[in-house]
């Protein structure tokens, strides 16, 4: 096996919490004439509303990379060519590493002049790319599928992102809805306290802006003559976090 050295680069979407009192609301409606008429003034009107962040981590379940193959030659005719045979050759590697073809999905297919050819009159050359984008539920693998792609012939490996599966996702989302009730609960019992008042209870509860974060990794590859002494390749990911927003209103009594 050839020589690769990967390149992993910094994670990107992680969306951090800032759990806390984002527009605390304290209110009370003691004025009957500020009330209206026919709206008679009790406890209820006396709301704490408190917008906090709950986040959970988990190791990712899934990843996705894009794999493809680049040709450049004097003919259109001879590109597309090139990229057929070779892009075979990956899908046959594909199928040897018993990746299910639902998982396997066609990504960018292009044959174009190249840019010397546009910028220089004479010049008959074109290059073209045939790209897959390929989802492990085995996130393990990864490693296993870039050094089987670049054996077979892949050129273009180019990102790796790491997330989780839809039902580790709701899962992960009703945990981190916990953490933001959690500490709204928290944020308001502060507030109550400050303000010298007594929570009666919880009024209404809205939550929203769950969000999964994504982890990347940017591989770039050389190759070499010295076979073996190629390590195989390995890709550490980092922690997936699933962030949830809740909006809490809370009853209370002077």
Partial sequence: MDRRQFLAASTVGVAATTAGCLGNVLSSTDDPEQAGEGTSTTNADNTITVTADGEVETEPDRATMSIGVESVDESADAVSDDLATRSEQLREAFDDLGIPEDNVEEGQYSVRPSPAARREDGVEEFVGTHSYQVTLDDVERVGEVIDAAVDAGADDVGRVNFTVRDETRAELRKDAIDD??????EEAGHIASNRGVELTGTTAVTTSDVRVSTVRHDVAYETDDAADAAPETEIDADPVSV????????????
């Avoid at 933001?180 to 609960?185: C, E, G, P, Q």
């Avoid at 962030?243 to 002077?254: C, K, L, N, P, R």
């Fill in 180 to 185: 933001a009730l959690a500490t709204a609960d």
């Fill in 243 to 254: 962030t949830a927003s809740a909006t809490v209103e809370y009853g209370f009594t002077d």
